[in-house]
């Protein structure tokens, strides 16, 4: 299926999220779509997934003129988009969740439907458990759960936004031979990224836009620094730690074990300093994601003693934990760190809480325009959050952190951003590093905690099986040891 876009536009009030853009998609083939965070990326491919209206413009499909303004419309098409942010219904399990939505969930009998998923599943490398709710996945499972879903709705132009977030480099090559045994039956594929070795493995063209338009196409072969030029203007620097030396003891786990993701937490004990930065590394779910919430005093420990600034904190609420300083950061941006529908002024304004004379909207307002122009949002203060890229979403959420944080803990902090947003991210948080916050990080991107982290925990089937030094090791070694062969 060919797909033509024509004379694209999106306002998002002042923003100009699409300015004019021009795209053509051959049938059988893999487009990639890259760009930084707020270059329009994502605003694009909602429009011709039908999540998003366009302001103006033209879409032609196999030369015909079309128009819809919904999910369901574009499905009808053959049109499937895998979001960033997953969509699914948490209380199902994984197999009501693949039913959902399929015209035949009400014809064939689950044990057909368990099938398929299963098969689809091994094809793709993903290991779903049918049976567990969507609500107890990773945000990386839920990817997958819904990319095979779309598979089986016999989706004939597949946008996938960030895939290879969250899932193992295995994982990642089995998607990738299955995306292009799509592509060699027929379909088209859309591929948006801001990982510049997936994009150059996997397609067969090129697009990149910036500030809304298109910058430039390109075929293979890819030139990289071609296309950070396409990106950026310059090739943007990368995010180096500065080096600060730790101070004293801000995080002291000792012997903690607790249940909680796919394998809970064993017999940890960890002591972290002032200032450092510590990353986390391991698959989604081995560890990493219970021992955040436990520092952060979202998850209670069953047996040990949990320490913030030498004061025994275990067993205490996630309030005593803030009120010691301590700040916590989830991965799921849209969905446990900020609220969909409400604007960036409404965000600061509960913030802010009601007072004594009620919510002070002026305050609010002025709060926001401070918030936007600091940490460098692409929006204004009436923008929905949802309205935002992932980037912008991320510097919105930073935002919010306290301003001198005795331990921030962060869950993929950088998550589906491009490396511009990378590096503004790290230069900020290497800033609250340097006047002494302590800050922990997980990370499915091991050069990125090679980087930037003074020390790197692995984490395996709920425990700590490697404390190293980012000097005293590498990529390799790190994969390794994340595979459990250490």
């Known amino acids: 299926m060919s797909i033509e876009l024509l004379d694209i536009h999106k306002h998002f009030g002042a923003v100009r999220a699409n300015n004019g853009i021009d795209l053509t998609l051959r049938p059988g083939t893999i487009h990639g779509i890259l760009g930084e965070n707020g270059a329009g990326k994502s605003t694009l491919m909602k429009i011709l997934a039908g999540f998003i209206a366009k302001t103006s413009g033209r879409i032609f499909m196999d030369g015909r003129e079309v128009d819809f303004a919904t999910p369901a419309q574009a499905s009808a098409l053959g049109i499937g988009m895998l979001y960033q942010d997953p969509l699914d219904f948490p209380p199902l399990t994984v197999l009501e969740n693949f039913m959902a939505g399929q015209a035949s969930a009400g014809t064939q009998d689950r044990r057909t439907h368990r099938a398929r998923l299963e098969g689809l599943c091994a094809d793709l490398g993903f290991d779903l458990d049918p049976d567990v709710p969507a609500g107890r996945l990773t945000v990386g499972e839920r990817q997958q759960l819904e990319l095979v879903r779309l598979l089986a709705s016999g989706t004939r132009v597949l946008i996938l936004d960030e895939p290879t977030t969250g899932i193992s480099a295995l994982q990642k090559d089995l998607l990738f031979s299955g995306l292009k045994r799509l592509a060699r039956e027929g379909r088209s594929v859309i591929l948006v990224s801001h990982k510049l070795e997936d994009i150059e493995a996997l397609c067969d063209e090129i697009t990149v836009l910036r500030e809304g338009m298109v910058s430039d196409t390109m075929d293979p072969p890819f030139v990289t620094g071609e296309l950070l030029a396409m990106m950026f203007g310059v090739e943007p620097a990368r995010a180096i730690r500065s080096g600060h030396e730790p101070g004293a003891q801000t995080l002291h786990l000792d012997a903690v074990t607790a249940t909680g993701g796919r394998t809970g937490l064993k017999e940890c004990t960890v002591n972290v300093s002032r200032g450092e930065v510590v990353g986390l590394a391991g698959l989604e779910g081995s560890g990493q994601d219970v021992f955040l919430r ?16 030498r004061k025994d904190m275990t067993g205490r609420d996630y309030h005593a934990f803030r009120a010691l300083g301590v700040a916590f950061q989830p991965a799921s941006r849209l969905e446990e760190g900020l609220i969909r529908g409400l604007t960036v002024t409404e965000h600061c304004a509960l ?23 600091a940490f460098q949002v692409t929006g204004t203060p009436g923008s929905t959050v949802e309205s935002l890229s992932g980037g912008n ?60 982290a003074d020390r790197v925990l692995v ?24 595979a459990g062969k250490v």
């Open 351 to 373: 913030e802010a809480g009601g007072g004594t004379f009620g919510v002070q909207w002026d305050a609010a307002e002025l709060k926001a325009h401070d918030r936007i122009r």
């Open 459 to 482: 984490f395996f089937d709920g425990r700590i099986i490697a404390d190293e030094r980012p000097e005293d090791t590498d990529a390799l070694e790190l994969g390794r040891a994340i």
């Open 294 to 309: 436990i520092s952060a005093g979202l998850v209670r420990p069953a047996r040990g003693r949990v320490h913030i600034c």
């Open 393 to 452: 979403q991320q510097r919105l959420l930073l935002s919010f952190l306290p301003d001198e944080p005795e331990l921030l803990l962060l869950e993929n902090p950088t998550r589906g951003l491009d490396m511009e947003s990378v590096h503004w991210v790290w230069q900020y948080l290497d800033a609250h590093a340097s006047r002494g916050t302590a800050i922990v990080f997980s990370s499915s991107e091991l050069d990125e905690i090679l980087m930037v």
